[in-house]
Protein backbone atom coordinates (compact mmCIF):
# COMPACT_ATOMS: atom_id res chain seq x y z
CA UNK A 1 0.00 0.00 0.00
CA UNK A 2 2.87 2.51 0.39
CA UNK A 3 4.32 1.63 -2.51
CA UNK A 4 1.30 2.49 -4.19
CA UNK A 5 1.20 5.67 -3.09
CA UNK A 6 4.02 6.70 -3.34
CA UNK A 7 3.62 6.56 -6.77
CA UNK A 8 0.67 7.73 -6.78
CA UNK A 9 2.40 11.11 -5.28
CA UNK A 10 4.72 11.21 -7.64
CA UNK A 11 3.04 10.72 -10.46
CA UNK A 12 -0.27 13.10 -10.54
CA UNK A 13 -1.28 12.77 -13.87
CA UNK A 14 -2.53 9.61 -13.39
CA UNK A 15 0.41 7.48 -15.43
CA UNK A 16 0.64 4.64 -12.76
CA UNK A 17 1.67 1.14 -14.84
CA UNK A 18 -1.55 -0.63 -16.16
CA UNK A 19 -0.10 -4.05 -14.88
CA UNK A 20 0.31 -2.75 -10.74
CA UNK A 21 -1.54 -5.55 -8.48
CA UNK A 22 -3.16 -3.14 -7.13
CA UNK A 23 -4.56 -0.80 -10.09
CA UNK A 24 -8.17 -0.76 -9.08
CA UNK A 25 -7.30 1.47 -6.35
CA UNK A 26 -5.39 4.32 -8.27
CA UNK A 27 -7.58 6.21 -8.51
CA UNK A 28 -8.91 6.44 -4.72
CA UNK A 29 -5.43 7.38 -3.75
CA UNK A 30 -4.91 9.91 -6.30
CA UNK A 31 -7.83 12.03 -5.50
CA UNK A 32 -7.42 11.05 -1.53
CA UNK A 33 -4.75 12.33 0.06
CA UNK A 34 -5.37 10.55 3.38
CA UNK A 35 -5.45 7.28 2.28
CA UNK A 36 -1.59 6.80 3.80
CA UNK A 37 -2.91 7.37 6.72
CA UNK A 38 -2.03 4.17 8.88
CA UNK A 39 -4.46 1.83 9.72
CA UNK A 40 -3.66 1.80 13.70
CA UNK A 41 -4.41 5.61 13.28
CA UNK A 42 -7.76 5.81 11.76
CA UNK A 43 -9.00 2.92 14.09
CA UNK A 44 -7.89 5.24 16.82
CA UNK A 45 -9.82 8.12 14.62
CA UNK A 46 -12.86 6.09 14.53
CA UNK A 47 -13.17 4.25 18.16
CA UNK A 48 -11.69 7.45 19.99
CA UNK A 49 -14.18 9.62 17.85
CA UNK A 50 -17.31 7.41 18.66
CA UNK A 51 -16.50 6.40 22.03
CA UNK A 52 -15.30 10.00 22.90
CA UNK A 53 -18.78 11.79 22.35
CA UNK A 54 -19.97 9.35 24.90
CA UNK A 55 -17.04 10.32 27.58
CA UNK A 56 -17.04 13.61 27.00
CA UNK A 57 -21.12 14.15 27.21
CA UNK A 58 -21.05 12.01 30.23
CA UNK A 59 -18.15 13.72 31.81
CA UNK A 60 -19.40 17.31 30.77
CA UNK A 61 -22.80 16.84 31.63
CA UNK A 62 -21.56 15.75 35.42
CA UNK A 63 -19.20 19.22 35.47
CA UNK A 64 -21.98 21.29 34.50
CA UNK A 65 -24.78 20.19 36.96
CA UNK A 66 -22.06 20.19 39.59
CA UNK A 67 -21.61 24.04 38.75
CA UNK A 68 -25.05 25.01 38.06
CA UNK A 69 -27.19 21.90 39.46
CA UNK A 70 -30.34 20.08 37.70
CA UNK A 71 -32.29 22.33 35.41
CA UNK A 72 -35.43 23.11 36.67
CA UNK A 73 -37.11 25.13 33.56
CA UNK A 74 -37.47 24.57 30.09
CA UNK A 75 -35.10 27.25 29.31
CA UNK A 76 -32.67 26.50 31.41
CA UNK A 77 -32.82 22.91 30.32
CA UNK A 78 -33.00 24.16 26.84
CA UNK A 79 -29.23 26.13 27.88
CA UNK A 80 -27.45 23.08 29.47
CA UNK A 81 -28.07 21.02 25.80
CA UNK A 82 -26.76 23.90 24.12
CA UNK A 83 -23.71 23.78 26.66
CA UNK A 84 -23.34 19.87 27.05
CA UNK A 85 -23.39 19.23 22.78
CA UNK A 86 -20.80 22.01 21.93
CA UNK A 87 -18.59 21.70 24.88
CA UNK A 88 -18.57 17.60 24.09
CA UNK A 89 -18.05 18.67 20.44
CA UNK A 90 -15.00 21.13 21.37
CA UNK A 91 -13.43 18.62 22.85
CA UNK A 92 -13.99 15.82 20.61
CA UNK A 93 -12.87 18.13 18.35
CA UNK A 94 -9.49 19.24 19.67
CA UNK A 95 -8.63 15.43 19.93
CA UNK A 96 -9.28 14.47 16.40
CA UNK A 97 -7.33 17.30 15.05
CA UNK A 98 -4.21 16.48 17.34
CA UNK A 99 -4.68 13.16 15.39
CA UNK A 100 -4.75 14.61 12.29
CA UNK A 101 -2.69 17.69 12.49
CA UNK A 102 0.03 16.17 9.95
CA UNK A 103 -2.47 16.01 7.50
CA UNK A 104 -3.71 19.85 7.70
CA UNK A 105 -1.97 20.79 4.58
CA UNK A 106 -3.70 18.33 2.63
CA UNK A 107 -7.47 19.08 3.95
CA UNK A 108 -6.46 23.39 3.09
CA UNK A 109 -5.51 22.58 -0.15
CA UNK A 110 -8.77 20.88 -1.22
CA UNK A 111 -10.75 23.53 0.54
CA UNK A 112 -8.99 26.51 -1.61
CA UNK A 113 -10.11 24.71 -4.20
CA UNK A 114 -13.36 26.43 -6.25
CA UNK A 115 -14.24 23.07 -7.51
CA UNK A 116 -14.34 21.50 -3.94
CA UNK A 117 -16.74 23.71 -3.24
CA UNK A 118 -18.84 23.18 -6.27
CA UNK A 119 -18.41 19.54 -6.03
CA UNK A 120 -19.37 19.75 -2.51
CA UNK A 121 -22.46 21.52 -3.01
CA UNK A 122 -23.31 19.57 -5.73
CA UNK A 123 -23.26 16.52 -3.62
CA UNK A 124 -25.36 18.45 -0.87
CA UNK A 125 -28.15 19.07 -2.82
CA UNK A 126 -28.07 15.52 -4.23
CA UNK A 127 -28.06 14.40 -0.42
CA UNK A 128 -31.43 16.88 0.01
CA UNK A 129 -33.01 15.65 -2.75
CA UNK A 130 -32.58 11.84 -2.26
CA UNK A 131 -33.62 12.61 1.53
CA UNK A 132 -36.48 14.59 0.61
CA UNK A 133 -38.02 11.99 -1.54
CA UNK A 134 -37.36 9.70 1.24
CA UNK A 135 -39.31 11.21 3.26
CA UNK A 136 -42.30 11.87 0.85
CA UNK A 137 -42.43 8.05 0.28
CA UNK A 138 -42.28 7.45 4.14
CA UNK A 139 -45.17 9.07 4.90
CA UNK A 140 -47.41 6.54 2.30
CA UNK A 141 -46.06 3.77 4.80
CA UNK A 142 -46.21 5.83 8.01
CA UNK A 143 -48.73 8.75 7.19
CA UNK A 144 -48.86 10.25 10.60
CA UNK A 145 -44.67 9.84 10.70
CA UNK A 146 -42.44 12.85 12.13
CA UNK A 147 -38.93 14.23 12.87
CA UNK A 148 -37.17 11.92 15.30
CA UNK A 149 -35.96 12.83 18.59
CA UNK A 150 -32.65 13.72 17.17
CA UNK A 151 -33.79 16.17 15.21
CA UNK A 152 -36.45 17.65 17.57
CA UNK A 153 -33.74 18.46 19.89
CA UNK A 154 -31.77 19.67 16.99
CA UNK A 155 -34.46 22.48 16.26
CA UNK A 156 -34.78 23.39 19.69
CA UNK A 157 -31.34 23.94 20.36
CA UNK A 158 -31.16 25.77 17.26
CA UNK A 159 -34.50 27.64 18.09
CA UNK A 160 -33.22 28.61 21.49
CA UNK A 161 -29.32 29.47 20.55
CA UNK A 162 -28.77 30.24 17.03
CA UNK A 163 -25.38 32.06 17.83
CA UNK A 164 -23.34 28.85 19.51
CA UNK A 165 -25.65 26.29 17.58
CA UNK A 166 -24.13 27.75 14.60
CA UNK A 167 -21.26 27.10 15.29
CA UNK A 168 -21.51 23.64 16.59
CA UNK A 169 -24.69 22.34 14.49
CA UNK A 170 -23.40 23.63 11.20
CA UNK A 171 -20.02 23.52 11.17
CA UNK A 172 -18.23 21.69 13.57
CA UNK A 173 -20.80 18.81 13.94
CA UNK A 174 -20.13 18.33 10.27
CA UNK A 175 -16.34 18.36 10.42
CA UNK A 176 -16.16 15.96 13.55
CA UNK A 177 -18.58 13.21 11.90
CA UNK A 178 -16.56 13.44 8.82
CA UNK A 179 -12.85 12.68 10.58
CA UNK A 180 -14.93 9.92 12.39
CA UNK A 181 -17.31 8.13 9.95
CA UNK A 182 -15.24 8.79 6.44
CA UNK A 183 -11.61 9.64 7.18
CA UNK A 184 -12.17 7.07 10.29
CA UNK A 185 -14.93 3.84 9.80
CA UNK A 186 -15.20 4.35 5.84
CA UNK A 187 -11.28 3.98 5.34
CA UNK A 188 -10.81 1.71 7.79
CA UNK A 189 -12.75 -1.03 6.61
CA UNK A 190 -12.21 -0.11 2.88
CA UNK A 191 -8.61 -1.32 3.10
CA UNK A 192 -10.70 -5.14 3.45
CA UNK A 193 -13.48 -4.42 1.03
CA UNK A 194 -14.75 -1.98 -0.20
CA UNK A 195 -18.35 -2.44 -0.77
CA UNK A 196 -18.64 -4.20 3.15
CA UNK A 197 -17.26 -0.60 3.62
CA UNK A 198 -19.89 1.66 1.92
CA UNK A 199 -22.84 -0.57 3.37
CA UNK A 200 -21.44 -0.90 7.30
CA UNK A 201 -20.48 2.93 7.98
CA UNK A 202 -23.57 3.98 5.77
CA UNK A 203 -25.62 1.47 8.83
CA UNK A 204 -23.74 3.05 11.23
CA UNK A 205 -23.71 6.55 10.41
CA UNK A 206 -27.35 6.23 10.00
CA UNK A 207 -28.06 4.27 13.72
CA UNK A 208 -26.15 6.69 15.47
CA UNK A 209 -28.85 9.25 15.00
CA UNK A 210 -31.49 6.82 16.31
CA UNK A 211 -33.08 7.17 20.19
CA UNK A 212 -34.46 4.35 22.20
CA UNK A 213 -38.18 6.01 22.81
CA UNK A 214 -38.53 6.62 26.59
CA UNK A 215 -41.86 6.35 26.46
CA UNK A 216 -43.44 3.95 28.43
CA UNK A 217 -39.91 2.49 29.66
CA UNK A 218 -39.75 -1.17 30.35
CA UNK A 219 -43.45 -1.84 29.95
CA UNK A 220 -43.12 -0.58 26.24
CA UNK A 221 -41.14 -2.92 25.34
CA UNK A 222 -42.58 -5.90 26.75
CA UNK A 223 -46.41 -4.99 25.22
CA UNK A 224 -44.56 -5.37 21.48
CA UNK A 225 -42.22 -8.57 22.34
CA UNK A 226 -44.37 -10.66 24.73
CA UNK A 227 -47.89 -9.34 23.90
CA UNK A 228 -47.15 -8.48 20.39
CA UNK A 229 -48.89 -5.03 21.20
CA UNK A 230 -48.11 -2.42 18.93
CA UNK A 231 -50.51 0.11 19.69
CA UNK A 232 -48.71 1.39 22.69
CA UNK A 233 -46.81 5.15 22.62
CA UNK A 234 -43.53 3.38 23.05
CA UNK A 235 -44.25 1.37 19.58
CA UNK A 236 -45.39 4.42 17.89
CA UNK A 237 -42.61 6.51 18.90
CA UNK A 238 -40.04 3.01 18.19
CA UNK A 239 -41.43 2.80 14.65
CA UNK A 240 -40.90 6.67 13.94
CA UNK A 241 -37.20 6.22 15.06
CA UNK A 242 -37.09 3.89 12.68
CA UNK A 243 -38.84 4.90 9.74
CA UNK A 244 -36.40 7.97 10.20
CA UNK A 245 -32.92 5.90 10.09
CA UNK A 246 -33.08 5.43 6.27
CA UNK A 247 -33.09 9.19 5.67
CA UNK A 248 -29.69 8.84 7.81
CA UNK A 249 -28.40 5.88 5.76
CA UNK A 250 -28.54 7.28 2.68
CA UNK A 251 -26.84 10.78 3.44
CA UNK A 252 -24.00 8.24 5.14
CA UNK A 253 -23.94 6.42 1.86
CA UNK A 254 -23.43 8.97 -0.08
CA UNK A 255 -21.07 11.02 1.69
CA UNK A 256 -18.99 8.06 1.81
CA UNK A 257 -19.13 7.93 -2.52
CA UNK A 258 -18.21 11.46 -1.83
CA UNK A 259 -15.18 10.72 0.22
CA UNK A 260 -14.24 7.82 -2.18
CA UNK A 261 -14.53 9.81 -5.77
CA UNK A 262 -13.05 13.18 -4.11
CA UNK A 263 -11.00 13.18 -1.06
CA UNK A 264 -12.30 14.41 2.39
CA UNK A 265 -13.07 18.30 1.30
CA UNK A 266 -16.34 17.39 -0.58
CA UNK A 267 -18.34 15.21 1.99
CA UNK A 268 -17.10 18.07 4.48
CA UNK A 269 -18.46 20.78 2.25
CA UNK A 270 -21.76 18.31 1.78
CA UNK A 271 -22.09 18.27 5.00
CA UNK A 272 -21.78 21.69 6.19
CA UNK A 273 -24.08 22.55 3.72
CA UNK A 274 -26.77 20.38 4.44
CA UNK A 275 -26.43 21.15 7.93
CA UNK A 276 -26.07 25.00 7.27
CA UNK A 277 -29.30 24.71 5.21
CA UNK A 278 -31.48 22.91 6.99
CA UNK A 279 -30.21 25.28 10.52
CA UNK A 280 -31.63 28.28 8.35
CA UNK A 281 -34.62 26.77 7.14
CA UNK A 282 -35.03 26.03 11.27
CA UNK A 283 -34.59 29.54 11.81
CA UNK A 284 -36.61 30.68 9.04
CA UNK A 285 -39.77 28.20 10.06
Same mark, same amino acid.
Given at each position: ????????????????? &? *???????? &???????????? $????????????????? /????????????? #?????? /?????? =???????? %????????? %????????? $??? &???SSQT?????????????????????????????????? &?????????????? =???????? #????????????? *??????????????ASAI??? *???????????????????????????? /?ASLV??????? =??????? $????? %??????????????????? =? *???????
Open positions: MSELVEQVEENPNNDLP &Q *FHPHLAKR &QYLKNNRFANIP $LKTRAIIFLGGYFGLKV /ASVVVQIVLLLLQ #GAPQTE /AALLNF =STALNALT %YIIVFIGLA %YLLWEYRKT $LFT &QLKWLRGIGFGLLIMSVTAAYGIISTFIVPDMSDNLN &QQVVESIITYNPFV =SFATIALL #GPIVEEFIYRVGL *FALLREKDRHVAFIIFG *FIHFNMPATDGLDGVVDILVRGDWSGDF /ANELVNIP =SYILSGL $LFCIA %YDQEGLGVPMVAHIFNNLT =S *FILILVA
